[in-house]
């Protein structure tokens, strides 16, 4: 199967801040964002922590069980494409030994990965937290299947397959489930503490694979509309719950690569914000050579 995944194209450029947070990208004018669903607590506060993002990256034109190009910031390893994906969702291409692998763009070492056998990766960060990663049966993707905080108390992650590609399903600690993640037809739901009293759901409204609408737990969510460009998916048009609009405008003749393919990588040339309320309109334009990825 041909891969249309976000490590299909690669680019240091893709690690800096603007383009991991979301926005406009000034080095690459790639529109990408991001929605924290905030964190999840462990074993009484004394384990460790989840940050929930949900992102979208329009270089992913694969439905991984999210949508098309949306994904939860998890950490994960290609291990045919070799790259390493990290929960702050920076990409490192790997150089493989038989120690752990090595990567040359990591000019500051947050992460150490070790492997610790077959299809399994360790990564060890620096405030002594470890991701225990294992390839999910029938793709080439290895999860993290438990997270040690650095006082060894740790959680589970399960996994299903969707897609050939590994999808996060649930996450529990020794007592209870902290996080469910279901999908059905035209939707997927995301329910934390599930079975409890304070539970609540975050459902992403799917329409031919594509998330139209992302519904929160109390009041409005955000509806999103997008561009096909070359078979592939681009948010044109963001509404956040407080009726705030952004259009997002392409150059669909954008990037050149450096390889001397034909395909180009389009790129934003305006980005019109309007806040609603009352609040001025806000237009920012964004002019580049288009002479290729930094």
Same mark, same amino acid.
């Given at each position: 199967?041909?891969?249309?995944?976000?490590?299909?194209?690669?680019?240091?450029?893709?690690?800096?801040?603007?383009?991991?947070?979301?926005?406009?990208?000034?080095?690459?004018?790639?529109?990408?964002?991001?929605?924290?669903?905030?964190?999840?607590?462990?074993?009484?506060?004394?384990?460790?922590?989840?940050?929930?993002?949900?992102?979208?990256?329009?270089?992913?034109?694969?439905?991984?069980?999210?949508?098309?190009?949306?994904?939860?910031?998890?950490?994960?390893?290609?291990?045919?494409?070799?790259?390493?994906?990290?929960?702050?969702?920076?990409?490192?291409?790997?150089?493989?030994?038989?120690?752990?692998?090595?990567?040359?763009?990591?000019?500051?070492?947050?992460?150490?990965?070790?492997?610790?056998?077959?299809?399994?990766?360790?990564?060890?960060? #620096?405030? *002594?937290? $470890?991701?225990?990663?294992? /390839? =999910?049966?029938?793709?080439?993707?290895?999860? &993290?299947?438990? +997270?040690?905080?650095?006082?060894?108390?740790?959680?589970?992650?399960?996994?299903?397959?969707?897609?050939?590609?590994?999808?996060?399903?649930?996450?529990?600690?020794?007592?209870?489930?902290?996080?469910?993640?279901?999908?059905?037809?035209?939707?997927?739901?995301?329910?934390?503490?599930?079975?409890?009293?304070?539970?609540?759901?975050?459902?992403?409204?799917?329409?031919?694979?594509?998330?139209?609408?992302?519904?929160?737990?109390?009041?409005?969510?955000?509806?999103?509309?997008?561009?096909?460009?070359?078979?592939?998916?681009?948010?044109?048009?963001?509404?956040?719950?407080?009726?705030?609009?952004?259009?997002?405008?392409?150059? #669909?003749? *954008?990037? $050149?690569?450096?390889?001397? /393919? =034909?395909?180009?990588?389009?790129?934003?040339? &305006?980005?019109? +914000?309007?806040?609603?309320?009352?609040?001025?309109?806000?237009?920012?334009?964004?002019?580049?050579?288009?002479?290729?990825?930094?």
């Amino acid at each position: 199967m041909k891969s249309n995944s976000s490590s299909a194209v690669h680019s240091n450029a893709f690690n800096f801040g603007e383009f991991v947070s979301g926005g406009v990208d000034p080095r690459t004018g790639m529109y990408t964002c991001a929605f924290s669903l905030g964190k999840l607590c462990s074993a009484d506060l004394n384990g460790p922590e989840v940050a929930l993002s949900l992102g979208f990256n329009p270089l992913n034109q694969v439905d991984a069980g999210f949508g098309l190009g949306w994904s939860l910031t998890m950490t994960q390893y290609d291990v045919r494409s070799k790259v390493m994906t990290l929960s702050n969702g920076e990409r490192y291409k790997a150089v493989e030994t038989s120690a752990g692998l090595k990567f040359k763009e990591m000019k500051l070492q947050t992460a150490r990965v070790l492997v610790t056998g077959a299809g399994r990766y360790e990564v060890r960060y #620096r405030d *002594g937290r $470890r991701e225990l990663l294992k /390839v =999910q049966a029938g793709t080439h993707i290895a999860v &993290a299947e438990k +997270i040690v905080a650095a006082n060894g108390v740790s959680i589970t992650l399960k996994h299903e397959t969707f897609n050939q590609f590994a999808m996060l399903t649930e996450v529990c600690d020794a007592k209870r489930c902290l996080l469910r993640i279901t999908r059905k037809a035209g939707q997927v739901t995301l329910t934390r503490h599930p079975d409890t009293s304070s539970s609540s759901d975050y459902n992403l409204i799917l329409k031919n694979s594509r998330v139209t609408a992302i519904e929160l737990p109390l009041g409005k969510g955000w509806d999103l509309e997008y561009e096909v460009i070359d078979e592939a998916s681009y948010l044109c048009r963001v509404v956040n719950p407080l009726r705030g609009v952004e259009i997002i405008r392409y150059k #669909r003749q *954008g990037h $050149r690569f450096v390889s001397g /393919v =034909q395909r180009t990588l389009p790129f934003v040339i &305006a980005h019109d +914000i309007y806040p609603g309320r009352r609040q001025r309109e806000c237009q920012i334009f964004c002019v580049r050579a288009g002479n290729g990825l930094p």
